[in-house]
């Protein structure tokens, strides 16, 4: 059973930093899927925030587009959101995502998600 377990989450104050960290237990998961991070709040349906391909192609919602970062290093299993210029819109729950697409269905994986909070 893979397993992807994010970190880095907290409290930080609005304009400040966070990097979250996401591993997962199986290595084909780094070398084939592609993966993300999404945020969800009370009350409202799951959103995209970033995304990247095996290949390092990212994809990020317009919001975070010029605040955050998202890289992977496949040789250490672990995916990465460097998140700057926090506002308090950004809190939430972030999860860590692996999705690979056959022919015939859809392979996926969620991590549990670590909270973010934005607030003086």
């Known amino acids: 059973q893979v397993q992807l377990v994010e970190s880095g989450g907290g409290l930080v104050q609005p304009g400040g930093s966070l990097r979250l960290s996401c591993t997962a237990s199986?290595?084909?998961?780094?070398?084939?899927?592609?993966m993300g991070w999404h945020r969800q709040t009370s009350g409202k349906q799951r959103e995209l925030v970033a995304e990247i391909t095996s290949g390092g192609s990212t994809n990020y919602v317009e919001s975070a587009k010029s605040r955050f970062t998202i890289s992977r290093d496949n040789l250490k299993k672990m995916m990465y959101l460097q998140m700057n210029d926090l506002k308090p819109e950004d809190t939430a729950i972030y999860f860590c995502?692996?999705?690979?697409?056959?022919?015939?269905?859809?392979?996926?994986?969620w991590g549990q998600g670590t909270q973010v909070t934005v607030s003086s």
């Open positions: 199986e290595e084909y998961i780094f070398r084939f899927y592609e």
């Open positions: 995502q692996a999705v690979f697409e056959f022919p015939t269905n859809v392979s996926e994986f």
